[in-house]
Structures are given as C-alpha cells and as structure tokens.
T-cell receptor, first 115, second 114 residues
C-alpha cells in the first residue's frame, strides 16, 4: 500500500508552547488529508479535513485558531497545536487520499504530551 | 456518528479463522464498506474494501450480504500479530472535500490467543 509518514512519532512540550506535526505522502499525491485525535481507550475522532491549496474544514468543536492546519503541497500537510495545554495531550494521526488510490492511508501517529 | 455496529470484543485461537461481523443497515448505494485495523499505539492499517461483491486480498476476505446490510471480515489463519482493534466503516467513494471522511466507530477488539 501507499506510504504516509508522520513526524515526530512522539513529542513532549511545555504548556504554552506550540508543536508542529508533519504528515507526508511519500509515493502518491495527496489531494486530501485528514487529521484525527485519539484519547486513551477511545476511537479516532476526526478533527479536520484539508485539501491542497485551500483552507481546512474543521469538525464541530475543534478550534481552528488552536489547531492550525496547512496543506501547501500535494505531499505535505502540517498540524500546529498552538499554546498547548495538558488537555491537548493525545495521539494525533493523519491520513491521506488521492492520486490513483481510493483508500485512505494513515501515518503512524504522533504521541503528544504536554507538561 | 458511525453508521456501523460491531461487537466490542472477540477472541480467536491462533491458527483459526477469525470472523468479524459488521452491521450497516443504513448503507446507501454509493457507499463502500471499508475495514481497517489498529494495533496498539499505531496508525490504522487498511485491510480491504468492497461495494457488493465479495473481495479477497493477501490479508483477508470480505463477505458482503446480498442486501448489503451487513458484512464479515475473515482472517483465514489468525496469528498473534493480528491482535488489534478492527474498524468497519462505510464511506462514499467520492472523496472531494470532506466526502471521503472515514468516521470511526468503536470497532471490535480482536484478541488472538495461543
């Protein structure tokens, strides 16, 4: 299957700082990328959908000014958690779809811990 | 909300077939059935998808009922590494904008035991 790479795999940051997570499609052009958040023992919750070159569409209850999404190219999307708080600690996962693929492929996830 | 219903957990003996059921009684004509699995602390892994015909690949088989209201994922010879949460998702094949969203339910936690 297609490869989606997410970086970093884990990050620890102090409250009030910002963290950027990268999601790259390595062998296909991702016209659409999705960002999810997963709390312990819960399922994945969709945060936002981003199409290359346009503004992201956020799910209800997700603050767009706190979770900044950029999808400037067909192979890269970034999620920046601004002014992070301990309650933002979670497992963040991206997925990408597009090109000749019809199924969405997922990155390996980023474990964010805010202390 | 997720459009599928799955049992919360299942056990399977190593080497045996694992049959994971999924109900999707409100599926519409242009929606496919997708299966993903998530091994602990990893991103979901695509397994298989289908519209109305049964499908098979190197990982699994997907059996969809004629009325498309339910399906079964079959892992023919389960191994310990197949222990994971399995998600059944219905999704439109049109993935322009937000139409390609994968909405995850709670899935089935499959435990393969020696």
């Amino acid at each position: 299957g297609a490869v989606v790479s997410q970086h970093p795999s884990w990050v620890i940051c102090k409250s009030g700082t910002s963290v950027k997570i990268e999601c790259r499609s390595l062998d296909f052009q991702a016209t659409t990328m999705f960002w999810y958040r997963q709390f312990p023992k819960q399922s994945l919750m969709l945060m936002a959908t981003s199409n290359e070159g346009s503004k992201a569409t956020y799910e209800q209850g997700v603050e767009k000014d706190k979770f900044l999404i950029n999808h400037a190219s067909l192979t890269l999307s970034t999620l920046t958690v601004t002014s992070a708080h301990p309650e933002d600690s979670s497992f963040y996962i991206c997925s990408a779809t597009g090109g000749q693929n019809t199924e969405a492929f997922f990155g390996q996830g980023t474990r964010l811990t805010v202390v | 909300d997720a459009k599928t219903t799955q049992p919360p957990s299942m056990d399977c003996a190593e080497g045996r077939a694992a049959n994971l059921p999924c109900n999707h009684s409100t599926i519409s004509g242009n929606e496919y059935v997708y299966w993903y699995r998530q091994i602990h602390s990893q991103g979901p892994q695509y397994i298989i998808h289908g519209l109305k015909n049964n499908e098979t690949n190197e990982m699994a088989s997907l059996i969809i009922t004629e009325d498309r209201k339910s399906s079964t994922l079959i892992l023919p010879h389960a191994t310990l590494r197949d222990t994971a949460v399995y998600y059944c998702i219905v999704r439109s094949q049109n993935y322009g904008g937000s139409q390609g969203n994968l909405i995850f339910g709670k899935g089935t936690k499959l435990s393969v035991k020696p």
